[in-house]
């Protein structure tokens, strides 16, 4: 199970877009993650006809390490660290380690 999933909201925690909040649209790696609107490099792509893709400057989402986001919380109104519980029904859920709350509904 992991802690950060697609569709998540996260907080960026270093680098040139700390502070920025986003969702995560997918995982790359077991390692790396997109996030929407955050790490966005300018790619020069050339144009394919055939496919009816324009060339020019194209703006991408690049993969961001999952080590330099934290989880949004809600009651905090900041990131958190995430932790995993197992209810008495035996589900396993991810909790917010600051307080307890948990993530999955």
Known sequence: ??????????????????????????????????????NVAKRHTKGNPMRGEPGGIVEKEMPIHVSNVGLYNPATDAADRVGFKTLEDGRKVR???????VVDA
Do not use: A, H, P, Q
């Open 1 to 38: 199970m992991r802690k950060i999933r697609k569709g998540d909201d996260v907080v960026i925690l270093t680098g040139k877009d700390k502070g920025k909040r986003g969702t995560v649209l997918r995982r790359v790696s077991d390692e790396k993650l997109i996030v929407d609107n955050v």
């Open 95 to 101: 909790v917010f380690k600051s307080n307890g709350e």
